[in-house]
Each structure stands twice: as C-alpha cells, then as structure tokens.
C-alpha cells in the first residue's frame, strides 16, 4: 500500500497547488508519499527546492490509476480538474481520499514558514508577481511603467530571457532559488499569489495582493477576506506600487494564521498502512 498525493500543475497557471501539496507531503514524510504532478518540470521543482524526494509528472489525474495501484492512499488538490463522477471512481479505488480544500484547508503552509529566525536581516519591502506570465502580462506591465524602488523575485515559469529586461524596472532581481528565503525575511510583501500571502504570514510578515488582469487566478480568494489582507485592483504596475506605498503607511490589523493540525488524518493513514503490513505476508503468499 501507499499514499500518493496528486497536484494539478502547469506553466500556464503556476506553482500554488504544488506548494500546498508539498506542504502537506512534508507532513507526512515518514509514510514515504509520492507526488505526482500534471507536468514533470513541476515534479522535479517540488524534488529540488520543497523538500519532495519522489516525484512524478503523470499529465492528468485521469492517469492516477496508471500509476497507483487499488486501496492505495491519495490525497489531492486538483483545482476542479476532477469531475464529480471521477471523485466517486477515486473513491472507490482508494482506501482512503482526501481533498485539499474539503479535508484539508486552501492555507495549508509548509511548517518550514513558522519557524521564524530573528537574527536575519530583512527586506523592507519586494513584489512577487506569481511562478508563471505564460502570457507576458506582469512583462508587458513592468515596461510601461517607470523603474521601481523595490526588488523583484522572479517566478519560476518566467520566459529566458525576460530577466535580463525585467532588471531595468527594478531595484534588483531576487533569483526564483530564493524563494523560500524571501517569503521569511520580506517585511511587506507585494504578490498576486494567495498561497505566497499564507506563506508570508506564516513568517510573521504583511502581505500586500494584487489583482492579475491576464486571467482568472485559481487561488482561494476568501482567504484574503479572512485574514484581512489588504488588497490592490489597478491596471497599471505604476499604480499598483503607488497604492502599495499607501498601505504599508498605515498597514491594517491582520489575523495570525496557524498550523494545520495533520494529526488525524495523519493517524488514520498510519494505522492502515501498519494494518496492511500485518496482512500484506499473507496476500503475497503463493500456494
């Protein structure tokens, strides 16, 4: 038997779904999971720099049965790619199935977030746009605007070459390795990603949205609302920053966020997985 978790993934919408399944990867570590992600660039990023060591890119989450075998675990955040006669075919082919966003919360942050360390130095302030511009937007807006006094962290799904230029209109260029590091030691921190917010929060730090016009974002926007987290609704990156200046002058009370509390989940998983190792000699038994 074992647990697998699945993440809709891809270079035209980013990395969030990944982050929060890797985030609860992490929790569960000692059960040895496997992440399989919608594409394998996404599988060998979670490898490299979320802690993920066994990852695989299988396209669809149609593909799961391919790779996992019946009474297997999964857990999965599929961002509505499953539909509701699927959901029902998964259930039925595992032992157990738990949902990001039903069983477990939209912001679920990588525990590596709350442990906060005083002595590093901070960055007053930086944008994150998201991982992907699969359609050139943030690109397109940084060059119409002036050049700005703050730094820039590149998102993993940037088109080569776009960095050389994106230097012009920016304080400085925060490479995407830094990512982690930056969501800790970022003060006021300007992204149009919701699961960079949750992180930046779990750090201690104040979170700043803004609105992408270049599609409709996949993130859970009542998280904003619930964590108070002040949010920007402009068509310029000029006004974007301007407003984002505003904010941090008179930043609102925001609401702590916590850890999510795996422990039952986590429970029922290892009682089955000891449960099938005392069974499992039998089954394997040949006459």
Known sequence: MQVYLYS?????????????????????????????????????????????????????????PNVMERGDILIYDDSGEASDTMQLHMKDFSTHLYKVGVDIPFDVVDNTFFEQNKNINTIEKAIFFADDDYANWFYDL??????????????????????????????????????????????????????????????????????????????????????????IDEDTLDGIINKFENIIENYPSIKKIERFDISSIKKEIFDTLEKFKLIQPSLDYKF
Do not use: W
């Open 142 to 231: 940084s060059l119409n605007s002036k050049k700005q006094n703050l730094p820039l962290l590149l998102g993993h799904y940037f088109f080569l070459g776009n960095e050389d230029k994106l230097v012009n209109y920016f304080s400085y260029i925060i490479e995407e390795e830094e990512y982690e590091d930056t969501m800790k030691r970022t003060k006021y921190l300007l992204t149009s990603s919701v699961n960079s917010c949750m992180e930046s929060l779990a750090s201690g730090n104040c979170p700043v949205y803004f609105r992408r016009y270049d599609k409709e974002n996949p993130d859970n926007f009542s998280l904003l609302k619930k964590y108070n987290i002040p949010t």
């Open 8 to 64: 809709k993934s891809g270079h035209n919408f980013g990395l969030e779904n990944v982050r929060r399944v890797s985030a609860v990867y992490n929790m569960l570590k000692e059960s040895d999971p496997i992440l399989c992600t919608a594409d394998y660039r996404a599988a060998t990023f979670a490898k490299s720099e979320l802690g993920v060591q066994k990852g695989v890119g299988i396209d669809v989450i149609g593909n799961l």
